[in-house]
Nanobody
Framework: QVRLAESGGGSVQAGGSLRLSCDVS????????LAWFRQRPGKEREGVAS???????DYADALKGRFTISVDNAEKTLFLQMNDLKPEDTAIYYC????????????????????WGQGTQVTVSS
């Protein structure tokens, strides 16, 4: 079964950067969708970005340009590079996976992603 573990969260001042990592195991590297979601205080979980085994990417419109999703050469680690962070980016960030297909479900369909990490806290101060 697929297992995911996030790391790299922390506290940063507005305008700073963080790089989140998600170690992934137990999935088919030739067919996957990997994604980042976040849950801000008092709000529902929302999609951030996704990437397929063919490196097709998708981003939330409001985050495109500041956030970049990628995987390493061995496809064992998922990354989320976050630049120009804003206080509204404060949230618990989760990585998710779907190894049953080589395309990603819509970022708005978080409930349909079958595998999740435990999350990592990102706090951005003004």
């Amino acid at each position: 079964q697929v297992r995911l573990a996030e790391s790299g969260g922390g506290s940063v001042q507005a305008g700073g950067s963080l790089r989140l990592s998600c170690d992934v195991s137990g999935y088919t590297r030739s067919m996957y969708c990997l994604a980042w979601f976040r849950q801000r205080p008092g709000k529902e979980r929302e999609g951030v970005a996704s990437i397929t085994n063919r490196r097709r990417t998708d981003y939330a419109d409001a985050l495109k340009g500041r956030f970049t999703i990628s995987v390493d050469n061995a496809e064992k680690t998922l990354f989320l590079q976050m630049n120009d962070l804003k206080p509204e980016d404060t949230a618990i960030y989760y990585c998710a996976a779907d190894s049953s297909k080589n395309f990603c479900l819509a970022l708005s369909d978080s409930r349909r992603y079958p595998n999740w990490g435990q999350g990592t806290q990102v706090t951005v101060s003004s």
